[in-house]
């Protein structure tokens, strides 16, 4: 089993800054892609920012220049900093994982249960 815990999330006044979090842990063989999600009520959960494993990045457009992923493959850690929050950017917040662990022939992808980033008008 494999198991993704984030941290870091809180409430932030508009143009602040929070760092998230995620590690990810069990039995893990190796991590391919790496990313951050968020999700509002009533509304489809939506891609943040992602990272390979060669460290190669994809963003939103809304987050385009003022997030940041980054990744420590030794660690199998992942995180996101956020600068210049906007109350738009207030969702939960999910890391995803493409993992594959020791007994699986393909990858699988993986998910932590949230963390909530509330931005403050």
């Known amino acids: 089993q494999v198991q993704l815990v984030e941290s870091g999330g809180g409430l932030v006044q508009a143009g602040g800054s929070l760092r998230l979090s995620c590690a990810a842990s069990?039995?893990?063989?190796?991590?391919?892609?790496m990313g951050w999600y968020r999700q509002t009520p009533g509304k489809q959960r939506e891609l943040v920012a992602t990272i390979t494993n060669g460290g190669a990045t994809n963003y939103a457009e809304s987050v385009k220049g003022r997030f940041t992923i980054s990744r420590d493959n030794a660690k199998n850690t992942v995180s996101l900093q956020m600068n210049s929050l906007k109350p738009e950017d207030t969702a939960v917040y999910y890391c995803n994982a493409e993992v594959r662990t020791a007994v699986a022939v393909f990858p699988m992808a993986y998910w932590g249960k949230g963390t909530l980033v509330t931005v403050s008008a």
């Open positions: 069990g039995s893990i063989f190796s991590i391919n892609a």
